[in-house]
């Protein structure tokens, strides 16, 4: 059972316009989330995090939200650039005991088009 | 200095056989993960070391997997008698502490295994 769910595993957004990618998650232990993005044959590269004690964090144009109440999380990129088209991994460490490992969605592909 | 590194980058191998796969992580960074991504999944961890002790090897598949990282420092992941299913990109992370604090964890570009 996934407990860190992209359901969307693609999304093509076009150059400027917001880009927003969603992540949802059953377990109420997780206490951080973290956004990673990926290129082909490169491994994840950290983008934003943010702790279960707050709701919103923002890193220059990319802005993640955080909802406890409905476990989900978004990724807002205002404004899209091509450069930013890769596969997009939302991850969430285990609350509860378990600090080291993270768990990973399947990750959402975007494409933004010029 | 670097980033986390990690060789070999591509792995061809034949079932059976044996293989370590190896990882750098950023100097001095105490944490060490090794995760494990199929096509099309995320990754999916593996093991987690806190210095030279595996804090962590609940994600490990079976007893034909194995970590050490005897230093604190560089980690070796091996795996015995391959089998088809082990083909996947295995990826290392590293962290300062690892102490659950918020840490971010930072990835090496993985070594891409492929048991024929």
């Known amino acids: 059972d996934q407990q860190v769910k992209q359901n969307s595993p693609s999304l093509s957004v076009q150059e400027g316009r917001i880009s927003i990618l969603n992540c949802d998650y059953t377990n109420s232990m997780f206490d951080y989330f973290l956004w990673y993005k990926k290129y082909p044959a490169e491994g994840p590269t950290f983008l934003i995090s943010i702790s279960s004690i707050k709701d919103k964090n923002e890193d220059g144009r990319f802005t993640v939200f955080l909802n406890k109440s409905a476990k989900h999380l978004s990724l807002h990129i205002v404004p899209s650039q091509p450069g930013d088209s890769a596969v997009y991994f939302c991850?969430?460490?285990?609350?509860?005991?378990?600090?080291?490992?993270?768990?990973f969605g399947k990750g959402t592909k975007l494409s933004v088009k010029p | 200095g670097a980033g986390v590194s990690q060789t070999p980058s591509n792995k061809v191998t034949e079932k059976g056989k044996y293989v370590e796969l190896r990882c750098d992580p950023i100097s001095g960074h105490t944490a060490l993960y090794w995760y494990r991504q199929s096509l099309g999944q995320g990754p999916e961890f593996l093991i987690y070391?806190?210095?030279?002790?595996?804090?962590?090897d609940s994600g490990l598949p079976n007893d034909r997997f194995f970590a050490v990282r005897p230093e604190g420092s560089v980690s070796t992941l091996k795996i015995q008698r391959t089998e088809r299913g082990d083909s996947a990109v295995y990826l290392c992370a590293s962290s300062p502490q690892g102490s659950g604090g918020g840490e971010t964890q930072y990835f090496g570009p993985g070594t891409r295994l492929l048991v024929l």
């Open positions: 070391f806190q210095g030279t002790g595996a804090a962590d």
């Open positions: 991850a969430a460490r285990g609350g509860g005991g378990s600090q080291g490992n993270l768990i």
